[in-house]
């Protein structure tokens, strides 16, 4: 079965930060770059005002923005979350994303191993 992720986990290659998509009008798009084991790189593109609700993972998370402005809450506490910034989530922690315009969000996401 073929992978919908933009890069193989056999072998080397880029890819653009840039979801192929002119506007998102409402709602919001994602596109997985690399699925491998314990890891997992997706990009998310936002129209303005969208919100996750919240939300828990099991996994380690790093969110960079690419574009645009959010509110990131975890645990309640909102941060503003601008373009180049890098946030780091720990597993189990609990939180919300609003879009405050329109928003492009690199998540990596690590899976702890299995015991």
């Given at each position: 079965?073929?992978?919908s992720a933009l890069l193989a986990t056999t072998?080397?290659?880029s890819c653009s930060?840039?979801?192929p998509v002119e506007k998102v009008a409402?709602?919001?798009v994602s596109?997985?770059?690399l699925t491998a084991p314990g890891l997992r790189a997706t990009l998310f593109k936002f129209a303005a005002g969208q919100e996750l609700s919240e939300h828990t993972s099991s996994a380690r998370v790093?969110?960079?923005v690419i574009s645009g402005q959010c509110?990131?809450?975890v645990d309640g506490q909102p941060n503003l979350l601008l373009p180049g910034q890098l946030f780091h989530l720990p597993p189990k922690a609990a939180h919300a994303v609003k879009a405050l315009d329109?928003?492009?969000l690199l998540v990596i996401q690590a899976m702890p191993p299995k015991e």
């Open positions: 079965m073929k992978s072998a080397s290659g930060l840039q979801i409402h709602g919001i596109q997985a770059l790093l969110i960079q509110e990131f809450s329109e928003l492009t």
